[in-house]
């Protein structure tokens, strides 16, 4: 439907400040070589409260697509509201919509493949902001195993297409289990959170050195922290 050369996707409970366009839409008139603009976006609940806030930043503002899949939307994704990206309408016409057979982690798909094919432009400014409700889908579907399960799939996706390196592995991997010890809280049962165990394990033969040395340090922070 969308008919410029541009498109910003803003959701009702979003808002911004009124520089973000302006911030964003500029550098990809200016290099047609970018695909994607982004800033940073404030997550709040429904007092105002912050929840958490996105932090990417690059000593360019501009980066390869795949280098800032790697490092960004590898083992979880910077893009958590999609108000806070602009991508170039034209880059449509070259995904594989891979993305539409997502239920829940779509969006984070989606990113992958704008990005994919071209620079992304990185604005370290905070200029997005929106609400995190209780009963958004999110929250359903971590509830379900199906937002972590999605997130297992993107990984081996990024995994099998970029050729990342054992570094970027092992940040990614780290990621998944920081993101499996939260969700497994919310897990609706233990048959869910069984099945999420056996799919982190499965995803690299790094994960269990990684997941080991994540718990004894838990652990040791904990027990030094008593005293």
Known sequence: LAKGEFI???ESDDWCETDLLETLVVPLENNSSLALGICQCKLVDSSGNKLYQTKCSENEPEVSGEKFIKKYLFGDTIIVNSGMAVFRKSVLSKTENEYLSFKGAGDW?????????GKVFISDKCL???YRHDATHTNKSESTGQDFSE??????????RLSPTKQEIRLAIKQRIQIYVIQQRK?????IKKKAKRELFSLHNHVLVIYTTYRIKSYLKSVFFCF
């Open 128 to 130: 997005n902001y929106c």
């Open 8 to 10: 910003w996707i803003a």
């Open 187 to 191: 897990y609706s049962s233990s048959e």
């Open 109 to 117: 798909m989606f990113w992958i493949e704008i990005a994919i094919h």
């Open 151 to 160: 997130g297992n799939r993107i990984f081996n996706y990024v995994l099998s």
